[in-house]
C-alpha cells in the first residue's frame, strides 16, 4: 500500500540561524548575507532584525530561478538601515516600494532582470547611490530621479525599450560608465557632453542615425578592443560615419571640427553670392529705384538656393 507524499513544511529560519548565514565579503569588507532559492518564496520574518547588515543579496539561484522569486520589494526592508549593498536582480519586480528608497546608505543596487517600467520619485533620495544597474527590464526612457543621484559612478540601464534620453544626464557629471546597448535610441542629447569623466560608454544596437558635437569631447573615453571598451556598433550612423567612431573620440571630435570648418566656408561663399546678386538687382532695377518684375523672380530664385546650401 502506497503512501501519498506529503511535503515538509518550510520552517522560517531564525534570527539566530541567519546570523549564522552571514558572513564578511572579502572585496568590501560588509557584513553580507545571501538568500535565494525556496527563501525567496517567504522571507524570514528575523531577516529584518539584522540592523548590522551591510550587503544582502535577495536573489535565486541559477537552478531554480524559475521557481523561486521575489515578486514586490518587501517594505520592512527599510529597517535595514546600514545597508551599503543590496542586490534584487533576477527577480518579478513590477515596482520598487518608495521603502526602499529610505536605505540612504546604499551605494550599490541592483535591480536588472526584473520587471520594471517606472521608479518612485523618493528614488532620488538615495544620495549615495554610486552604481546602479538596471539592464533588462522594461523602461522607455531613464527615470528622472535617477538624475538627482549626483555621485553615481556608473549606470547600466542596457536591454530595455529606450526610445529617449533627457538632456538632464548632462548632470551626471560624477557617471564613469553608462551603459545603453540594446535599446531603441535615435539620438542622443549634446548635454552628454558634459559627462566628461565617462571611460566607458555603450550605445551598440540602437537607432542612432547621428551623433551629437559633445560625443568628440569625451577624450576619457575607452576605445579599445577589449570586451569593457565603448562602442558604437549596430547602429546604423551617417553623421559621423560609423568608420570615424571606430577611431574614438579623437577622430569624432576632428570631423565635426572639420564640418565646422566646411559650412563656414559655404557661409563666406553664400555671402559673397549675395553681393553678386544685389549688384545685378541694381542693374536691372528702374529708374525710380524698385526692382523689375524679372529681377525680382531672379531674386527670389537665387536666395532659395543660398538657403537651400546653408541647410545641407
Known amino acids: 500500500m502506497s503512501t501519498a507524499f506529503t511535503p515538509r513544511k518550510k520552517q522560517s529560519l531564525t534570527v539566530g540561524k541567519l546570523r549564522l548565514l ?9 557584513r553580507r548575507l545571501k538568500l535565494g532559492g525556496r527563501e525567496l518564496e517567504d522571507l524570514p520574518r528575523g531577516l529584518f532584525e539584522l540592523t548590522d547588515l551591510e550587503y544582502l543579496t535577495l536573489s535565486p539561484d541559477r537552478r531554480s530561478c524559475l ?35 529610505q536605505l ?16 518612485p520619485v523618493e528614488f532620488q533620495d538615495l544620495k549615495q547611490l554610486k552604481s546602479l544597474h538596471l539592464a533588462n527590464n522594461y523602461f522607455e526612457d531613464v527615470p528622472e530621479p535617477i538624475f538627482a543621484l549626483k555621485q553615481l559612478e556608473f549606470l547600466d ?7 529617449v534620453l533627457s538632456d538632464l544626464i548632462g548632470k551626471l557629471n560624477n557617471l564613469e560608465t553608462l551603459l545603453l546597448f540594446y535599446n531603441l535610441l535615435d539620438t542622443l542629447p549634446e548635454s552628454i557632453g558634459r559627462c566628461t569623466r565617462l571611460s566607458n560608454l ?3 544596437m540602437n537607432k542612432l542615425t547621428t551623433l551629437p558635437r559633445g560625443v568628440g569631447r569625451l577624450a576619457r573615453l575607452d576605445w579599445g578592443d577589449h570586451d569593457h571598451s565603448s562602442n558604437l556598433e549596430g547602429n546604423p550612423l551617417v553623421y559621423p560615419p560609423i568608420q570615424v567612431c571606430r577611431r574614438g573620440p579623437i577622430s569624432i571630435h576632428r570631423y565635426f571640427k572639420e564640418r565646422s570648418t566646411s ?46 546650401k546653408k541647410l545641407y
Open 22 to 30: 552571514t558572513d564578511v565579503d572579502p572585496t568590501y569588507g560588509f
Open 67 to 101: 521557481f523561486f522569486q521575489l515578486p514586490s520589494v518587501p517594505k520592512d526592508i527599510v529597517r535595514l538601515v546600514n545597508l551599503r549593498i543590496l542586490c534584487l536582480d533576477t527577480n518579478e519586480l513590477t515596482d520598487v516600494h518608495p521603502a526602499l528608497c
Open 104 to 119: 540612504v546608505q546604499l551605494e550599490r543596487l541592483v535591480l536588472s532582470n526584473n520587471l520594471l517600467t517606472s521608479l
Open 157 to 163: 540601464m542596457s536591454d530595455n525599450k529606450i526610445m
Open 202 to 204: 555603450w550605445l551598440g
Open 263 to 308: 559650412n563656414k566656408n559655404e557661409a563666406v561663399d553664400d555671402d559673397e553670392d549675395d553681393d553678386e546678386d544685389d549688384d545685378e538687382d541694381d542693374i536691372l532695377s528702374d529708374d525710380s529705384g524698385s526692382s523689375l518684375e524679372d529681377a525680382g523672380d531672379y531674386r527670389t530664385n537665387g536666395h532659395s538656393e543660398h538657403i537651400g
